[in-house]
């Protein structure tokens, strides 16, 4: 069973240009997460998809951040106008609706990241 | 709200020697499981250790961490850190079983050094 996947693993972008980043989850898995992993600020939670519907988007920027999920094989997340400050490793994971056996919290399974440096 | 609270910024330890990473946390909710996350260079984070019952010590890999929901703590410890173990970790907090969002910490670098 392959683990998510994310591509691409590494995206340059000028600065002002739009960046679109895809994931694909482990089959099965009912819920997909987005995060922004910088050195200064660790993981920042920024949306959450459960059976392809939005369910939290509370750690996105509104203005320039986007993501959808248009079918339960992918996700995308899109960023307009990327500016410098953008730049950082976005990880997406995936997760059951819960755990398995006596443990019966879900784990969240996390792809490699796409590295986003924006000049 | 809830928050997560680690040992920040970088820990550096030598090797042969206990390692203690700190996990604090904040919540209004009874029922919690708590995960511990490495992540190594150039690789995905991944579990480590979990645990939803209190003042039981869970173990894997040579750590080991115990919840304690009357210090709401969950802290990680090594009794001797090897050279792989340097890696980033993450703290995690997960309210309840129905619910599939976490709480990370900010995340500890541990570098460990011969």
């Known amino acids: 069973n392959a683990g998510v996947i994310q591509t691409p693993r590494h995206k340059v972008t000028g600065k002002g240009q739009e960046a679109t980043l895809w994931c694909e989850p482990i089959s099965g898995h009912s819920a997909v997460f987005w995060y922004r992993q910088t050195i200064v600020q660790g993981l920042e939670f920024l949306t959450y998809f459960r059976n392809q519907a939005p369910i939290d988007d509370s750690g996105m920027p509104k203005e320039r951040f986007s993501a959808q999920m248009p079918n339960q094989s992918h996700s995308t997340l899109k960023i307009q106008s990327t500016q410098p400050q953008d730049s950082a490793v976005y990880l997406c994971?995936?997760?059951?609706?819960?755990?398995?056996?006596?443990?019966?919290?879900?784990?969240?399974?996390f792809g490699p990241g796409t590295r986003l440096t924006v000049l | 709200g809830d928050s997560v609270t680690q040992t920040e910024g970088l820990v550096t330890v030598t090797e042969g020697l206990p390692v203690k990473l700190n996990c604090t946390y904040q919540?209004?909710?009874?029922?919690?499981?708590f995960f511990w996350y490495v992540q190594y260079l150039n690789e995905a984070p991944q579990v480590l250790l979990k645990s939803s019952t209190d003042n039981k010590r869970t173990e894997h890999q040579g750590f080991h961490a115990t919840l304690h929901k009357s210090s709401s703590s969950f802290h990680l410890q090594k009794s001797s850190a090897q050279l792989s173990d340097s890696a980033l970790y993450y703290c995690?907090?997960?309210?309840?079983?129905?619910?599939?969002?976490?709480?990370f910490g900010k995340g500890t670098s541990l570098t460990v050094i011969p």
């Open positions: 994971a995936s997760s059951l609706d819960k755990g398995l056996g006596a443990f019966n919290y879900a784990e969240q399974f």
């Open positions: 995690a907090l997960s309210e309840s079983p129905g619910y599939q969002n976490f709480y």
């Open positions: 919540t209004t909710y009874l029922t919690i499981a």
